[in-house]
């Protein structure tokens, strides 16, 4: 199966084509560019420099979130256009599972995916790597660097750390002299190889039934009810 994946949870922007959970090609960039402007472009070109068009690819891959609203909201809007212009199925994935893959290969630790969600909270799962595929070990979450610390000071192994928030859960480990290890700069952030490899096995939908997850309320919705 041909996947197209595009990912716009966070910062950097990014569009994949795998086959079969194979890599044909990836672009990526975290300029700070609005992924309005980038994201549908970068994978356009990559198409059309492997001489391919959507009518080639299978289905359309997108990290539904957590991650940023307003980055979740232009990756599934542009999902759901790739796959409505060219009557292709979507599979919408958890933006930390598609970052727990690239942790793959460290099966002597928890991988765990963790996303900079402000208010002194991280978005955060938790994964191990069982040779072949993830585990999950803790459902996608908010939840804050003292509830992690906690939880990993029973378990007594190792942590992997990905994404935006992992040098803050990183840096906190180390203060409270829990064994951990930081993913090297080229796999920290978010990419759209994760999200294909986490779209493989997936059953496709229609794109028209792609909605983002935020986990959280926004600030506005909050400040409407009345919370903190």
């Given at each position: 199966m041909k996947i197209l994946a595009i990912e716009s949870s966070a910062k950097a922007a990014s569009a994949a084509l795998c086959e079969d959970g194979n890599l044909i090609s990836q672009y990526f960039q975290a300029s700070g560019l609005t992924h309005s402007?980038?994201?549908?472009?970068?994978?356009?070109?990559?198409?059309?420099?492997?001489?391919?068009?959507?009518?080639?690819?299978d289905?359309?891959?997108?990290?539904?979130?957590?991650?940023?609203?307003?980055g979740l909201r232009i990756g599934v809007a542009a999902a759901k256009g790739l796959c409505w212009g060219a009557d292709l199925p979507c599979i919408g994935v958890s933006t930390l599972e598609a970052m727990a893959w690239q942790g793959a290969g460290h099966a002597d630790c928890v991988i765990c995916p963790a996303m900079d969600a402000r208010r002194g909270q991280i978005y955060n799962a938790k994964f191990r790597f069982d040779g072949e595929t993830l585990r999950r070990l803790a459902e996608d979450r908010?939840?804050?660097?003292?509830?992690?610390?906690?939880?990993?000071?029973k378990e007594e192994i190792s942590y992997f750390f990905i994404g935006d928030g992992a040098?803050?859960?990183?840096?906190?480990?180390?203060?409270?002299?829990?064994?951990?290890?930081?993913?090297?700069?080229?796999?920290?952030?978010?990419?759209?190889?994760?999200?294909?490899?986490?779209?493989?096995?997936?059953?496709?939908?229609?794109?028209c039934d792609l909605t983002p997850n935020y986990l959280r309320l926004s600030q506005a919705e909050r400040e409407r009810l009345g919370h903190p």
């Amino acid at each position: 199966m041909k996947i197209l994946a595009i990912e716009s949870s966070a910062k950097a922007a990014s569009a994949a084509l795998c086959e079969d959970g194979n890599l044909i090609s990836q672009y990526f960039q975290a300029s700070g560019l609005t992924h309005s402007r980038t994201l549908l472009k970068m994978a356009e070109d990559l198409l059309k420099n492997l001489e391919l068009t959507l009518s080639d690819v299978d289905a359309v891959a997108v990290a539904r979130g957590p991650g940023s609203f307003t980055g979740l909201r232009i990756g599934v809007a542009a999902a759901k256009g790739l796959c409505w212009g060219a009557d292709l199925p979507c599979i919408g994935v958890s933006t930390l599972e598609a970052m727990a893959w690239q942790g793959a290969g460290h099966a002597d630790c928890v991988i765990c995916p963790a996303m900079d969600a402000r208010r002194g909270q991280i978005y955060n799962a938790k994964f191990r790597f069982d040779g072949e595929t993830l585990r999950r070990l803790a459902e996608d979450r908010a939840i804050s660097l003292d509830q992690l610390t906690g939880e990993a000071k029973k378990e007594e192994i190792s942590y992997f750390f990905i994404g935006d928030g992992a040098k803050l859960c990183y840096n906190r480990f180390l203060a409270e002299g829990l064994p951990a290890r930081l993913a090297p700069e080229p796999l920290l952030l978010q990419t759209a190889w994760g999200v294909a490899m986490a779209a493989k096995g997936k059953t496709p939908e229609p794109g028209c039934d792609l909605t983002p997850n935020y986990l959280r309320l926004s600030q506005a919705e909050r400040e409407r009810l009345g919370h903190p």
